[in-house]
């Protein structure tokens, strides 16, 4: 399986960025798809993840109401929508897949997927 995460980059505080996470190398019928994140000196965070076929979303509270994950289903990409951007939110981005079957709050742990995309680095300016 391989991920390709793209759309990072400069913005203004408030401002918005979309991430891609585009997949490819097996069937995600009853997979989920993550994004996480890590600051400069800091352990990884679980930013949203997505069940890919019923579309089930979960998210980390200091993001809830300011992104957005979603997926589409022939293109085979997951999405991350980020709005009112705050300079916290600076880190690398990660997606990742699992192989399927993950309790949905599970998804929130780092351990539960077997799949990491390379990172995509968003940075938030005040």
């Known amino acids: 399986v391989q991920l390709q995460a793209s759309g990072g980059g400069l913005v203004q505080a408030g401002g918005s960025l979309r991430l891609s996470c585009a997949a490819s190398?097996?069937?995600?019928?009853?997979?989920?798809m993550g994004w996480f994140r890590q600051a400069p000196g800091k352990e990884r965070e679980f930013v949203a993840a997505?069940?890919?076929?019923?579309?089930?979303?979960i998210y980390a509270d200091s993001v809830k109401g300011r992104f957005t994950i979603s997926r589409d289903k022939v293109k085979i990409t997951v999405y991350l929508q980020m709005s009112s951007l705050k300079p916290e939110d600076t880190a690398i981005y990660y997606c990742?897949?699992?192989?399927?079957?993950?309790?949905?709050?599970?998804?929130?742990?780092?351990?539960?997927?077997?799949?990491w995309g390379q990172g995509t680095l968003v940075t938030v300016s005040s």
């Open positions: 990742a897949a699992d192989r399927g079957g993950t309790i949905l709050s599970y998804l929130t742990m780092a351990p539960s997927y077997d799949y």
């Open positions: 190398g097996r069937t995600f019928s009853g997979s989920a």
């Open positions: 997505i069940r890919w076929s019923a579309g089930s979303t």
